[in-house]
């Protein structure tokens, strides 16, 4: 049976998204568009990225989430460390497919709601790995695409386009996912949440793909 989505991790961000309701600010619609786009991302994508002096390192010792990469992301997401489940009767919650989560970013500065996720898998082969952790949720018309991501040349990853079911708003949702080889296996990120779409969302998720350092 396919596995769904880490309950605990969902309830956080329907629990978030009942908070926002009434907390999100507005959107400021007299801020002048970006000027140009970066040259590491598409520009329909990276219009909306925010300066790159706003930002926060997340991967290394002594940041939120201890990783095998590294990356930035902006000022305006809050990561948190998923901590592993001691009842092994429940482990499998945070679980998705041959993945399991470590740690969330929220965009909790954001008028938005959307999500960073970060997954640990066991070593072998990336497409199949990132197709069995798609392919594992409530998904259809998934695209695997291989591509280099992080800066310097990069390293070689695969990227889904896929589309999943959400019970909230009984709609499908377009999602993405990329995923890289580390020295303890496989690391896949995650762009997930209602406005998942959004501009600031998309580039939030770019920055990631662009920036990422494989410890």
């Known amino acids: 049976?396919?596995?769904?989505?880490?309950?605990?991790?969902?309830?956080?961000?329907?629990?978030?998204?009942?908070?926002?309701?009434g907390?999100?600010?507005?959107?400021?619609?007299?801020?002048?568009?970006?000027?140009?786009?970066?040259?590491?991302?598409?520009?329909?994508?990276?219009?909306?990225?925010?300066?790159?002096?706003?930002?926060?390192?997340?991967g290394g010792?002594?940041?939120?989430?201890?990783?095998?990469?590294?990356?930035?992301?902006?000022?305006?997401w809050e990561p948190k460390r998923i901590e592993p489940l001691a009842d092994p009767d429940f482990a499998d919650l945070l679980k998705q497919g041959p993945a399991t989560v470590v740690c969330e970013a929220k965009a909790e500065g954001t008028p938005h709601i959307g999500f960073l996720r970060?997954?640990?898998?066991?070593?072998?082969?990336?497409?199949?790995?990132?197709?069995?952790?798609?392919?594992?949720?409530?998904?259809?018309?998934?695209?695997?695409?291989?591509?280099?991501v992080g800066g310097a040349g990069g390293v070689p990853g695969v990227e889904a386009r896929y589309s999943v079911y959400s019970e909230l708003?009984?709609?499908?949702?377009?999602?993405?996912?990329?995923?890289?080889?580390?020295?303890?296996g496989v690391l896949v990120v995650e762009l997930g949440g209602l406005d998942s779409e959004e501009d600031e969302m998309v580039a939030a998720y770019e920055r990631v793909k662009a920036g990422i350092t494989v410890s």
């Open 23 to 58: 907390t999100a600010p507005e959107p400021d619609t007299t801020a002048a568009p970006a000027s140009s786009a970066t040259a590491t991302t598409p520009a329909t994508e990276s219009a909306a990225a925010p300066s790159p002096s706003a930002t926060r390192a997340l």
């Open 118 to 148: 970060v997954w640990t898998a066991p070593k072998g082969p990336l497409r199949p790995t990132l197709d069995a952790f798609v392919k594992a949720d409530k998904s259809k018309g998934i695209a695997l695409t291989d591509l280099r």
């Open 169 to 184: 708003t009984e709609e499908w949702r377009k999602q993405r996912a990329f995923a890289v080889t580390t020295a303890k």
């Open 1 to 21: 049976m396919p596995a769904r989505s880490p309950l605990p991790v969902t309830a956080l961000l329907a629990a978030a998204l009942l908070t926002a309701c």
């Open 61 to 76: 010792a002594g940041t939120a989430c201890a990783l095998p990469v590294s990356f930035s992301l902006t000022e305006d």
